[in-house]
C-alpha cells in the first residue's frame, strides 16, 4: 500500500491530474433530465420525477440546459378509449359492407346482361311461386270436400244416437290439420312473392347504377 502510495506520488504531476480529473467525472451522476407538468391549479411545476398524482398527465422532459427534449401525452381516459374502440368499429363494419357489396355487384354483373334479363328472371321466379300457390289452393279445395262428406258422416251416426267412430273422428282431424298446413304454405309463398319482388327492385335499381344509368 505505501509502495503504491509512494509509486503515485511519483508520477509527473499532468499525469496526476488527468487521474484525478478522471475520477472526479466518473462519480458525477450523467445530466439529469427535469421534467414538467401542471399541479390541480393548472400552475406549471418542475422537478426530477412526476408526483404520482399528476403521472397520468401529460408532461415535458427537458435538458439541464431547459431545452425541450420529449413531449408525453397525457393518457386517455376510459371513455375517449371505449368512443376511439367504438368508432373504430364503426369503420371495421363499414369496410365490411364495402367488401361484401363489391361481391353482389360483380355477381350482379356477371349474372345479368341487362335490365330485361332481370325482369324475365323475375317474372320466371313469380310464375313459379305462383304455380305452387294454385297448385296447393286445388288441394285445399278437395281436403276440404272431403272434410264436409266426413263430417256429414259423422253427423248421421249422431243423428241416429250413435257414437261417430274412432277412425272417422281421427280422419277428420287429420283433414283439418291438412288444411291447416297447407294453407301456411300459401301463406308462406305470398311472403317469398313480396321478398322476390322486393329484392329484384333492388337489384334493377342497383344494376342501373352500376351501368351508369338513372
Given at each position: 500500500m505505501i509502495e503504491t502510495t509512494l509509486q503515485n506520488w511519483l508520477l509527473p504531476k499532468p499525469l496526476l491530474m488527468v487521474f484525478f480529473a478522471a475520477s472526479v467525472f466518473s462519480t458525477m451522476p450523467a445530466e439529469a433530465k427535469i421534467k414538467c407538468w401542471k399541479n390541480h391549479e393548472g400552475v406549471r411545476e418542475c422537478g426530477h420525477s412526476v408526483p404520482p398524482e399528476f403521472a397520468q398527465q401529460g408532461h415535458q422532459e427537458l435538458s439541464e440546459g431547459g431545452v425541450r427534449k420529449t413531449q408525453t401525452q397525457r393518457a386517455k381516459s376510459l371513455e375517449e378509449l371505449e368512443t376511439e374502440q367504438a368508432a373504430e368499429n364503426v369503420k371495421l363494419a363499414e369496410e365490411k359492407l364495402r367488401g361484401?357489396?363489391?361481391?353482389?355487384?360483380?355477381?350482379?354483373?356477371?349474372?345479368?346482361?341487362?335490365?330485361?334479363?332481370?325482369?324475365?328472371a323475375r317474372d320466371g321466379q313469380m310464375a313459379h311461386l305462383e304455380s305452387q300457390i294454385k297448385l296447393t289452393d286445388s288441394h285445399i279445395a278437395k281436403l276440404k270436400n272431403n272434410l264436409e262428406d266426413l263430417i256429414q258422416d259423422a253427423a248421421n251416426h249422431e243423428r241416429r244416437g250413435k257414437q261417430p267412430p274412432e277412425k272417422l273422428i281421427t280422419h277428420i282431424t287429420s283433414l283439418r290439420e291438412q288444411i291447416s298446413d297447407n294453407a301456411k304454405f300459401i301463406e308462406t309463398k305470398r311472403l317469398e312473392q313480396a321478398q322476390l319482388t322486393a329484392k329484384f327492385e333492388a337489384d334493377i335499381s342497383r344494376f342501373r347504377r352500376l351501368k351508369g344509368g338513372n
Open positions: 361484401e357489396q363489391a361481391v353482389l355487384d360483380r355477381v350482379l354483373l356477371d349474372t345479368f346482361s341487362s335490365e330485361d334479363d332481370l325482369l324475365l
